[in-house]
């Protein structure tokens, strides 16, 4: 396995990384003290279930229901949609910040710093194509998946599955995937190298550290809901983003320019290579020639070109553009123009790591080759406590080295709330996926306020299991979730990737197609992940006995082989099946995007019968105790007036009560289970807060975006 994450051993060192410094604790004390009093403060700013109707307005970061639902608000927009209030002319530029730094957050964590940096130190720039992919996809969320989910009113990707398609089974699989690979994958990852982070640079015990990481997240998380996460968010991102960029500097100045991290990174070797009769391998040791380039040979590359272009392309994806965590951002966007304005600007912020994370990791290779680029297992260990190599820590090493006081207890201490944040963001899409794709089937009669609750509560389980899962990631099983955590996805995701972008291109795709494909697919994927983790870790040092047939397919071309066979898959079983008709596709897929027909959804009884069961008024209506009202405080449910409408909004809500339609668009009877839709363009509220000015100007931009992502690809190629 050749990607950046590594095995270790249960005794992480803190000696030569602990800081102790005055200055750095009292700033990283404040700066968790202004994180969570960002929190509770969303918290007196939520409005309640009494105010519902009220939930969903535009000028607040929330997920919105159709522009003319006709039905009520889901119980997992209401649990997300904890709204704070904003002026009545919301700033463009504000909005654009908030969805551009939410959606590469968990990209700027502590996992990221150490495999992005480790690897750069490893072996070369070529890790840094996956952030450089990152902005093509991104221009394809903003542009043409966005659109279509919000037209479809969704809030959950398996929702826009079940819309497309009809039936439940996919709409439950895809969820349940999703919670797996949140909690094998997103939370081990952030736990793993977050709890290794803290007891190397903090001294902290690894479980009492994340104990207390998990409760602070959960008190903010909880309480204040999606916009918490918004706001802190946002916080984090912004200070990582300039304490990388502060780093970046004093690495560059330390090494002596970029002319010199040349020259003395293709010589950085360590001193030490034998211990005892054991001598290692130059490969292990002596930086690859090709350190400098992205594209690499396809036979002999650790990370070959066909796979940089079309392998991480895959992963890619599905991560930017089907993944509950990032799409829940986009869908949070007031406009379209916001959401393809956060798109521009996550996709600039994705270009700053290979300058400002993996560059400084190979700075650190070159100002520190015994440390860093340690090979043999007693001085791996003495160093870092890891025997097969403290790559891993690049980083951190540069962050205690090189930063002064005070902004180094800033980075360390974002840098740490990032994990935090990080893992609200998993909780909080975790528990849509589960309120709205999963309990709404278990009990289709229950209350909204019974829906909120319930997804609060199942942030308290997730925590609960992360905390129970910390223990089995330091024993028995942290050297295959670090050796292996990235072939996860590689392994789990292309038929997610395949399923998606069939749906919204291909309407010929059926049901029974997608369905078995996505089955088909997974269950290929699983035997090769399975097969690879059996035969254990590949090292430098060690031979490994994995045939060649399994482990000698590189991960990226496997993604694939499985992203073709889930393809044809798909589109093999639907020609051999009936076509969905178009009247329950409209504004569903690509080429109907902007009709103004009306959709008659496949599920659309069902979801009315579910939707009448569930917005019954409470049964209970006498006065509680304190200890519920306290409870009901808490989970934000106690009942709190409304934020005040912008002008232009109040004047639209006036029109509609004297039964005179607004501006474009028009109010019609429709028969039950269809949608009601704008008349001039069919694009839905949000489509019509696009003005001519700032479609030109989110145009404009992802096009030099583009272009500058292909010239950095020409430069480093």
Not at 52 to 74: D, E, G, N, Y
Not at 178 to 188: K, R
Not at 562 to 577: M, N, P, Q
Request: net charge positive.
């Amino acid at each position: 396995m050749d990607y950046p994450w590594y095995s270790s051993s249960n005794s992480w060192s803190a000696v030569e990384f602990v800081i102790n410094n005055p200055v750095d604790i009292v700033v990283m004390v404040f700066y968790f003290l202004l994180v969570l009093g960002i929190g509770l403060w969303e918290h007196r700013l939520i409005p309640a279930p009494a105010c519902a109707p009220r939930l969903l307005c535009l000028c607040r970061v929330t997920l919105h229901p159709p522009a003319k639902s006709k039905f009520a608000p889901s119980a997992a927009q209401l649990y997300l949609t904890k709204p704070a209030p904003c002026p009545p002319r919301a700033n463009t530029w504000a909005k654009f910040l908030r969805v551009g730094c939410l959606a590469p957050k968990p990209v700027y964590g502590a996992a990221s710093f150490m495999s992005l940096g480790g690897t750069g130190a490893a072996s070369g720039i070529a890790i840094g194509a996956f952030e450089w992919n990152a902005p093509f996809l991104l221009c394809v969320l903003g542009w043409i998946f966005s659109p279509i989910y919000i037209k479809a009113g969704v809030v959950t990707m398996p929702e826009y599955l079940r819309k497309r398609f009809g039936g439940y089974r996919i709409q439950l699989l895809l969820a349940i995937l999703y919670l797996l690979l949140y909690i094998f994958y997103n939370i081990s990852v952030e736990i793993c190298t977050g709890a290794m982070f803290v007891r190397l640079v903090l001294g902290l015990d690894v479980y009492l550290a994340t104990i207390v990481l998990l409760t602070v997240t959960g008190i903010y998380i909880i309480t204040g809901g999606f916009v918490a996460v918004v706001y802190t968010a946002t916080l984090h991102a912004g200070i990582i983003v300039l304490g990388s960029v502060l780093l970046m500097g004093f690495a560059f100045k330390e090494v002596g320019g970029y002319q010199e991290l040349l020259h003395k990174y293709l010589s950085a070797k360590p001193s030490i290579i034998h211990e005892g009769n054991w001598t290692a391998k130059p490969e292990c040791y002596i930086p690859r020639q090709d350190a400098f380039h992205i594209f690499r040979d396809p036979i002999t590359g650790d990370l070959p070109w066909p796979g940089i272009i079309f392998g991480i392309s895959i992963v890619s994806l599905y991560y930017w553009c089907t993944d509950q965590i990032f799409v829940q951002r986009c869908l949070a966007g007031r406009s379209m123009t916001h959401v393809k304005g956060g798109c521009v600007l996550c996709g600039y912020l994705k270009l700053l790591p290979m300058f400002s994370i993996v560059m400084p990791g190979m700075i650190s290779r070159a100002l520190y080759p015994d440390k860093v680029a340690c090979v043999t297992p007693s001085e791996c260990e003495k160093h870092c406590g890891i025997r097969t190599s403290c790559t891993p820590f690049a980083y951190p090493v540069l962050i205690v080295g090189l930063l002064p006081k005070g902004a180094r207890g800033l980075m360390l201490s974002a840098l740490w709330a990032s994990v935090m944040s990080t893992l609200t963001s998993v909780f909080n899409s975790a528990s849509t996926l589960f309120t709205v794709d999963i309990y709404t089937q278990i009990r289709p009669m229950a209350t909204e306020k019974e829906l909120m609750v319930t997804g609060r509560f199942f942030v308290i389980i997730l925590l609960v299991v992360t905390i129970i899962w910390v223990p089995v990631i330091q024993t028995a099983y942290h050297e295959q979730l670090f050796e292996y955590m990235q072939s996860v996805k590689s392994y789990l995701v292309p038929p997610i990737a395949a399923i998606f972008l069939l749906a919204i291109f291909c309407k010929r795709v059926t049901e029974q197609g997608a369905f078995w494909g996505l089955t088909g697919g997974l269950l290929i994927g699983i035997v090769r992940m399975v097969s690879e983790f059996a035969y254990g870790p590949r090292t430098c040092s060690e031979n490994n006995k994995c045939p060649p047939i399994i482990c000698g397919v590189h991960y990226l071309y496997f993604a694939v082989f499985l992203f073709a066979v889930s393809l044809f898959t798909i589109l093999g079983i639907s020609l051999f099946t009936d076509p969905i008709p178009d009247k329950h596709l409209h504004r569903l897929c690509w080429s109907l995007r902007n009709s103004q027909e009306e959709r008659v959804d496949l599920d659309a009884e069902v979801q009315k019968t579910r939707t009448a069961l569930r917005t019954k008024p409470d049964v209970l209506k006498e006065t509680q105790g304190c200890l519920w009202n306290a409870l009901d405080m808490f989970c934000g449910l106690d009942p709190k007036p409304c934020s005040k409408l912008a002008p232009e909004e109040a004047a639209t809500e006036k029109m509609k009560e004297r039964g005179a339609p607004s501006e474009g668009t028009e109010h019609r009877d429709t028969p039950a289970g269809t949608e009601h839709h704008d008349t001039p363009k069919g694009t839905g509220h949000r489509d019509k807060l696009e003005s001519p000015f700032w479609r030109k100007v989110t145009n404009v931009s992802g096009f030099v975006l583009l272009l500058i992502t292909v010239l950095c690809h020409i430069f480093y190629h």
